[in-house]
């Protein structure tokens, strides 16, 4: 058995910073699977074309190729069922997709409101054309107008996270007393700005803080380690 | 066996309106359970004394008296655990509280911001005084200042059920295929709306109204029959 995954790298290829391959790397721990991480740029569209599509992450088991971080928990849990399951259950699952979609429409898009200029500086000197093009398009602004008026972004980063926050404080975990895939689906969005970002998003004490921090030093510290950006 | 609920109902003890009675009764019907519902006005503090706090709903089960919607709901899960589950696992219980606190935090106070002053309208006489009073001090304004701008809370609450409506679309229930727990939280929602406002809040070709329409169809369309005020 032999596990390999393309894991989106900045410039420095030890910054690993983006959320859906953390979701991956996550759930790989959670299983006890190892796996060979691949740093890959952006603009290496080539070297994961065997996927048929242009996106990490991409997980290579043996002869299959599976892509997308839903497909690869999906894939996972039906390969290596035998290991501690991602969803404990039909509705569990159900419930995970929910985080996840809130997770993409809430938590992401108020993230991207406080790093994404902080992200053109960390990535591959040959990704930056490509991605600061394809932002400011769907973005419709340039990447540094776009963070300016931190307070008001920060603040609402804070409010978009309320749900979250009341959950962990009664809950260790989004899965209850264990970690589920549920948790590494939000842990991968905080851990893109920790891992992308100098900032300090999160009072120390936000709950939300203590419940991401229980999550990073999970499996050996695999979020903790996780090298970041150091502030200019 | 023999289960009682106290159920908030209007001045038409037919309607009854409350999101977390409506979690209640589609929870005892997933489980296959009979109630006899009282129904139950604000101001009746005195009728649910011996559940030792003044909200619905309150069940009552032989000697047990059992309040909170989500206690209730462990409850039913702990004691009538042969039949279906509500919760598939530890990690769907700890979504769904998660999912609670996403209703709660976002979907109740966006329909607030919709339904408040309809609901004061169907509500007992006896009620009204304490409504008005408790909730205009709660929101720092009258009622029908605060639903002013109907324009401006539709699109605020059809923004708020992003993540819903990115989920049913895949899924044909947040429990996945079969209904869940989680489902019945955000059903309470719409059914408070539904029950007790005449304003209909979703386009009929939002993925959600059909998600909607198929949890108010189960159990003998327990939801779809329940009454609703009619159109002034």
Redesign the interface.
């Known amino acids: 058995m032999s596990l390999k995954m393309y894991d989106l790298a900045g410039a420095d290829p030890l910054l690993r910073f983006s959320p859906y391959c953390w979701r991956t790397k996550m759930a790989l721990a959670h299983k006890g699977l190892e796996v060979e991480t691949i740093p890959w740029r952006f603009t290496e569209k080539d070297a994961i074309a065997s996927s048929g599509q242009g996106r990490v992450p991409v997980l290579l088991d043996g002869d299959k190729v599976i892509s997308d971080s839903w497909d690869i928990a999906c894939y996972l849990e039906e390969v290596y069922r035998d290991r501690p399951?991602l969803?404990?259950?039909?509705?569990?699952?159900?419930?995970?997709?929910?985080?996840k979609?809130?997770t993409?429409?809430?938590v992401h898009p108020a993230l991207v409101r406080l790093i994404i200029a902080d992200i053109v500086k960390i990535i591959d000197p040959k990704d930056v054309d490509y991605f600061r093009g394809s932002r400011e398009k769907a973005l419709g602004a340039g990447l540094e107008d776009y963070v300016a008026d931190r307070d008001a972004h920060l603040k609402a980063l804070h409010a978009a996270l309320?749900?979250?926050r009341?959950?962990v404080k009664?809950?260790a975990?989004?899965?209850?007393?264990?970690p589920?895939y549920?948790d590494y689906i939000v842990f991968g969005a905080l851990q893109w700005a920790r891992c992308s970002s100098p900032q300090n998003l999160l009072p120390e004490d936000d709950p939300v803080a203590a419940w991401f921090d229980r999550l990073a030093q999970l499996y050996g510290g695999l979020g903790a380690k996780a090298p970041r950006p150091a502030a200019a």
């Open positions: 399951a969803f404990g259950s039909a509705d569990a699952k159900g419930a995970a997709f929910f985080i979609r809130w993409e429409a809430v309320t749900p979250l009341l959950s009664d809950f975990f989004l899965g209850g007393e264990t589920s549920a």
